[in-house]
């Protein structure tokens, strides 16, 4: 029996809807990717540290690490990427510590103990109530970064608040240029119900801005770093390094450290 045109046009089209729906339907599991457990604490790499719980507008109950070191310059308030929970910033701290800077760790609304739903605005909630708890440490430097995903939070923080200085590591643009790649046939501009839109916020960003990302990057090209980096009004650095996604910052850790002195003594 033979098919015809139109059935297979007709067949193509339910199809094409029912995959648009599917992902419609699951991009918070393809966006976020927690992990529960806490598998590992501060203590178990010998850093000092304080639990903390913050409450958020809408309520929810918010937890993380503060890490203070000896005779700090400041305070890195950490926002982490997409997969995981803080238990996975260790390194990141440990980071922190060796240019003698105390850092904050948190977990976002559905990571670790926080089994809420996530939103975006509910994401920029908790970035705001662990701001208000940074500020209060009395820090005279505090530095926002942002990691991945965490680095379109950053970019909210710094907009709204005046830290010190916004440090962006292997960031996107928004969210929709990376699903527009990964899903070129997918109209994601009106799917997707998280923008996390750096690159509409970062040219009202008035501190210093340090941009880290990879050439090697193959989760988030270089060129988005670039990208962001030119709408940047603000003074600037871009800090090109290797490794991978996840990684590049560790693995290039003696090359960041000394952006990251030559800019602080410039512009801190």
Known sequence: MLISTSSIIIALVIGYILTTLFLFLIQVKLVFKP???IFVTPAAHDLNYNDFEVITEDSEVIRGWYCPCKSPKGLVLFNHGNTGNRSDCIEKIKFFQSLNYSAIVYDYRGYAENKSKITEKGL?????AVWKYANSLNYD??????ESLGGGIASYLAVNYQPSCLVLESTFTSITSIAQEKYP?????????YKLDTLSRIKDITTPIMVIHSIDDNE?????????LDQVKSIKKLVPIHGSHDQCVLDSKETVKTFWLQFEENYL
């Open 185 to 193: 046939f997918m109209p994601v501009k009106w799917l997707l119900r």
């Open 141 to 146: 430097r505090i530095i926002i970064y942002g």
């Open 35 to 37: 992990k529960r457990e």
């Open 220 to 228: 988030i090209p270089f060129e988005q770093a670039v990208t962001n």
């Open 124 to 128: 920029y909630r908790d970035a705001d």
